[in-house]
């Protein structure tokens, strides 16, 4: 195979008489210097530009299709229900979308202390196709600053932002992945160049001390990436939890040992949650009417299921909870098997005070209406009396508090 000879790395020449910039500019000596080439160091250099940039492309990849699937879990298109199986899948894809995207902020930063020097290039256009290229750049850094910020503040619970941060975070994703592909195709030739498909490629040169440089870097910015997984990773995976200091929310940290996200007092429902006059209605236009206290709910025959919440926000805890099994009461209220099932909650407004439970969830075995949580009755913060609890699903749609069960037709 032909191997192509390795061209001067542009940034590390320095000087505007290197025959890469005379190239590049075609009038070397009538060009004056300007800030950006200055910047000698290697880790300026193309070749650190190309290494980051494949990674931050793999990185930003995962997060775009780890997004989607978290985005139409939510809002499922109506013309596919999504799978109660595997149980933890969502816990998989959210835990990889949430850590993976926190790993992610150093890479970043890197890549742009890398390429900043970009930013003192003069004239800033050169020609209009030039000018394209920059906007498209400048919409890959806002797109990939406000995704990896906002999502920092998501999860920590922080809205200063004046827009509903779902909403937001997830069409700036389409604009940031667009961007992504472009910049990606554009600069093809540059990861080519530096990039080597396999250990074949390399040349057989002795390692030179900018090449220990670039070493030296990539080992930081990966022990960096690698430090902010071990310190978050324990929040969804249980055997790191005492490691994850960096997470909000870890499992075992709560109520009967699980974190809790909306507690009663902050959804309002703390009176109306311990009313012994509380009922479970199940209604709807294909469905007979019924209406359960408590003592009758659990004069039903209890099943039990060890089941994660996989919250949105990343952190996911197991717990054993038991309860009636939805199918059981959907089918003593002669629910037909293609119903969709609306669960509401005593909680009076909120954006997730109901949820809608599709087929191959209510029919799964393991989707309890669950009164108990670790072998006690719930926590009134967990959802007391009674609250969904299914596998694979977000933690957004297991409704505490539920009061009323809609059957309707699909
Ligand atoms: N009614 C109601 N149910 C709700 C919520 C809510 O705000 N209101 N929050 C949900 C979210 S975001 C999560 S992650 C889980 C958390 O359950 P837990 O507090 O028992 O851990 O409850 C869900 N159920
Ligand atoms: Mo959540």
Known sequence: ML???????????GRLNSPGIRRSLGRASTVPATVGDRFTSA?????VAAWLGVWLGISFTVAFVTGLISHFMQHPPGWAAWPARPVGLYRFTQGL?????????PLLLAKLWTVYPKLWRWPPFRSP???????????LVAGALFQVGTGVLNIAYWYPFPFFFTTAHYWTAYVLFGALLIHAADEWAKVRRHVP??????PLRPRSAEDRTRRG???????????????????????????????????GVGPQGLPVNKSAAAAGVTAAAVDPGWRLAV????????????????ALPQRTARLPISCVEGWSAEGTWSGVRLRDLLRRAGAPDGARVRVESLERGGRYRTSTVDPPHWHDPLTLLALRLNGEPLDLDHGRPCRLIAPNRPGVLQTKWVTRLVVTAP
């Open 129 to 139: 196709r030039h000018a394209v290229g920059r906007g498209l750049i400048f919409l």
């Open 97 to 105: 979308h949430v850590i993976g995207g926190l790993a992610t902020v």
């Open 217 to 251: 870097f990539f080992a930081s910015v990966a022990a960096a990436c690698g430090l902010v997984a071990l310190t978050t990773a324990g929040e969804a995976f249980t055997p790191l939890a005492r490691l994850a200091v960096l997470a909000p929310r870890r499992p």
């Open 3 to 13: 191997r192509r000879p390795r061209t001067p790395d542009r940034r590390t020449t």
């Open 43 to 47: 880790l300026h250099g193309e070749r």
């Open 197 to 202: 498909g396999g250990s074949l490629d390399r």
């Open 283 to 298: 209604t709807g236009d294909v469905a007979r009417e019924l209406s359960l206290s408590l003592a009758e709910l659990q």
